[in-house]
């Protein structure tokens, strides 16, 4: 089904969008989401982002990378978040970039999503985490991933 | 106006205490004279200055928060504040009941109509945020009242403390929590509604220690007791109503008023009166940024209205923050964003009713979260409350206010959340 990016947009600024019914229109509205994630609204951009993990693929991944450019913390928590759904070495590649943010909530969802998608290149940055993020929760978060990414 | 008097400087949201700079008139003497910047008072407690100085006519005492400020023997005509727009200076009151009419404790169990808790340990000043935000709720509810068959003539203050120190002192605390408390609703109400203060009957009561709560900080607190409506009239012209309760984790860009106000705008001329009872600051690092994803792929995700299952534990673990709140009553929790993103999601746990509201809400996110707790569903059409998301949910409504219609009045009526009067 073809929809319109101001339809898109309208869809995504609702008060609950309905992800599960978007993700239904799949890869084709990947260019539109790209165009999303700079909206001015951060809250649209986030979802933008949101739905592109949803979809997946390797253009998802383009359509995070443009999104993690976005300097409010809304929209790169909500990429820190699609990153569990993404594969591949660009987005290991953002999780690892996102794993050392200044905002606490994309570092939260970041550890989550290396977590998600355990791999050994994140345990350096997961171990400082878990010494010296100075969010103590965060902390504790990062020494769980950290084991389970050990265990790999 | 001759001294001594009392006045309140109110620090407002955002303002520090060194941004002060005070200026005062002494008529008597026409003299005009600069207190000082802050910096030059000798000490600050709880973050407001007190300190001392010298008029021309005499000697005053200058100490701000909430506390009284007695100038004397000197006249003041005026007094002047020299300082950003973020600070106040409240008027001398002369509305407010020097000596409101002392009565009894109210028996333990005698619902509040509002609870303002998280003193400070030992002090009586108020705090920004959620008592100013409390306090101007009861000043709203008792303009309101008085264009309604039943105006409210009368409130009962009660001031309370937690169990350290003795029943003398605490009794005394007690009851200096509860004159903060009167004093500022007072001047807020002075400030709505000149003339209305001259017509309520203030009582003011401390309960000292002798009704603790769950917590000390839950137990530092004041309650404030609007007199229950006569039977079988209610509360006209509501019909029912629903108590709230804010839980805020991140304060959102559409300020909690104006989402407050929002709701009334469309649940109060279908019956339904909105009580605000406590509000909470909750320091809850962890959650600001919350996931709702549900855990379990296999069931059903998010069902409308409100989902009661298949939530992860992070959601049900916010839920759990339920200090205050009444079985039948509705918890509004406050967080930065959602992942997914959401502007407000209705989905709790069973026997926990609530809902979250999230930075980026639009003024009406938190009435059209709320409907779906009592039952509602999304509509197909632009101007009612529960515009569908397909239609851009509420940042999309049409001819604000929006609607209730009689159907969605009648499940309204139906929910166990909604009270009889």
Not at chain 2, 247 to 263: C, E, G, Q, R
Not at chain 2, 345 to 372: F, K, N, S, Y
Not at chain 2, 378 to 406: F, K, Q
Request: charged residues 20%; aromatic residues 6%.
């Amino acid at each position: 089904m073809a929809i319109s990016i101001n339809q898109l947009r309208l869809r995504l600024g609702a008060d609950e969008p309905s992800y599960a019914t978007l993700t239904r229109l799949g890869p084709a509205i990947l260019p539109q989401l790209g165009l999303l994630v700079t909206d001015r609204s951060t809250y649209v951009a986030a979802n933008a982002a949101s739905l592109a993990g949803m979809i997946g693929s390797e253009q998802a991944v383009a359509v995070l990378e443009r999104a993690v450019q976005n300097p409010s913390p809304i929209v790169r928590t909500a990429v820190a978040a699609a990153l569990a759904r993404v594969q591949g070495p660009k987005a290991a590649g953002l999780v690892s970039r996102l794993l050392t943010d200044r905002d606490k909530g994309v570092r939260k969802f970041a550890i989550r999503s290396a977590t998600a998608k355990p791999n050994p290149a994140f345990a350096s940055r997961i171990a400082a985490l878990s010494q010296n993020d100075p969010q103590p929760h965060l902390r504790a978060l990062a020494s769980q991933a950290l084991s389970r990414i050990r265990r790999v | 106006m001759s001294g001594p008097f009392e006045f309140e400087i109110i620090p407002l949201s955002g303002a520090t205490a060194s941004e002060l700079e005070l200026e005062a008139a002494v008529g008597e003497f026409e003299t005009e004279f600069e207190i000082g910047e802050l910096g030059e008072f000798e000490e600050l407690e709880g973050g407001y200055p007190i300190g001392e100085f010298e008029t021309e006519s005499g000697f005053g005492e200058f100490h701000t928060g909430l506390g009284e400020t007695e100038f004397g023997p000197g006249e003041f005509e005026a007094f002047e504040l020299e300082a950003p727009v973020a600070w106040e200076v409240g008027k001398t009151l002369p509305e407010c009941p020097p000596k409101p009419q002392p009565v009894d404790c109210p028996r333990p169990g005698t619902q509040p109509t509002a609870i303002i808790d998280y003193f400070d340990f030992d002090r009586s000043d108020l705090k920004t945020g959620c008592h100013g935000l409390l306090i101007d709720e009861i000043v709203s509810r008792l303009i309101q009242s008085q264009s309604s068959s039943q105006p409210i003539r009368s409130l009962l203050i009660a001031g309370h403390t937690d169990r350290v120190g003795n029943d003398d002192y605490n009794f005394e605390l007690g009851r200096r929590r509860a004159t903060a408390v009167l004093k500022r609703l007072c001047a807020r109400l002075h400030e709505k509604k000149p003339g209305l203060a001259r017509q309520i009957k203030f009582q003011l009561t401390t309960c000292g220690e002798r009704q603790l709560r769950a917590t000390s900080q839950l137990s530092r607190r004041v309650e404030v007791f609007l007199p229950a409506p006569p039977r079988p009239k209610g509360c006209p012209p509501f019909k029912e109503r629903i108590r709230l309760h804010l839980k805020i984790l991140v304060w959102p860009t559409v300020s909690i008023p104006t989402m407050l106000k929002s709701l009334r705008q469309v649940y109060e001329p279908a019956g339904f009166l909105i009580e605000v009872v406590s509000c909470e600051v909750l320091k809850l690092t962890t959650l600001e940024e919350l996931s709702i994803g549900c855990p379990d792929p296999a069931q059903r995700c998010h069902i409308m209205p409100c989902a009661n299952s298949n939530l992860n534990a992070e959601h049900i673990a916010l839920f759990g923050n339920r200090n205050n709140v009444g079985a039948n009553e509705v918890a509004v929790y406050f967080v930065r964003q959602t992942d997914p993103g959401v502007l407000g999601i209705c989905d709790h746990p069973p026997g926990r009713p609530g809902l979250v509201v999230t930075a980026d809400a639009t003024q009406w996110t938190l009435a059209h979260e709320l409907g779906h707790v009592v039952g509602l569903s999304h509509v197909l059409i632009t101007d009612r409350l529960m515009i569908d998301s397909s239609l851009g949910g509420t940042p999309a409504i049409t001819n604000p206010p929006p609607d209730l219609v009689a159907a969605e009045i009648a499940t309204m009526t139906a929910s166990d959340l909604t009270l009889s009067c």
